[in-house]
């Protein structure tokens, strides 16, 4: 080996080895933000749907399980299957508005079979992707993702207004707490 070839620290770069100084904040960073989001949309689904609060846990510890675990498959791939890259896997939106169809009908044991079946369709499209890709241009992906947004707002503006069935739900006082903690998380940054 050649002592004087210089060795590349790029955090960015593919071969590039940094040093811990700085992979291990920003991946700190990754697991906080894995959680807030893995959490918020058990919580979503779980409150939506009534379920009682021991069934509320085992969703949330269900959903960080799972994607606890596509992280390590992304990471440390199989063959074809993972990307060999430390790409954080965590629950998506897409799937609110069915789970809480399904969940308010059926309860929890329905959930968790439509996200097994679910799962298993998901990985059998992603090994034909390719060749149906040109029937999902950009417009089509687009207005997918707009429609699930659009329909979530109730989600997102019922828990601004402090949750329904609550006593203050819709009062003035639940909007300037979120006001406040907002205007307290921009100084923070700053």
């Given amino acids: 080996m050649n002592k004087n070839k210089a ?9 590039g080895k940094p040093g811990w100084g700085k992979p291990i904040p920003l991946g700190v960073q990754h697991v906080l933000a894995m959680i807030v989001g893995n959490v918020t949309r058990s919580i979503m689904v779980a409150a939506a749907t009534g379920i009682s609060m021991d069934e509320r846990t085992l969703l949330v510890q269900s959903g960080m399980f799972i994607a ?3 992280t390590f498959m992304q990471l ?6 993972g990307a060999k890259l430390p790409v954080i896997m965590g629950i998506s939106f897409s799937y609110i508005p069915v789970l809480l169809a ?6 929890i044991a329905a959930i968790f079979g439509a996200q097994l079946i679910g799962s298993f369709a998901a990985l059998l499209m992603g090994f034909f992707i390719k060749p149906i890709r040109k029937y999902f241009p ?3 992906a687009g207005t997918v993702v707009l429609t699930i947004g659009l329909s979530l707002y109730p989600i997102g503006i019922n828990y601004m207004a402090g949750g329904i069935g609550q006593p203050t ?12 903690s907002c205007t307290l998380m921009k100084k923070w940054m700053r």
């Fill in 169 to 180: 739900y819709g009062s003035l006082m639940n909007w300037q707490f979120r006001q406040k």
């Fill in 102 to 107: 399904i969940g308010t009908e059926y309860g």
């Fill in 76 to 81: 440390f791939a199989f063959k074809k299957l």
């Fill in 138 to 140: 950009p417009i089509v």
């Fill in 68 to 70: 606890g675990l596509a």
């Fill in 7 to 15: 060795t590349n620290t790029s955090l960015f770069d593919y071969e």
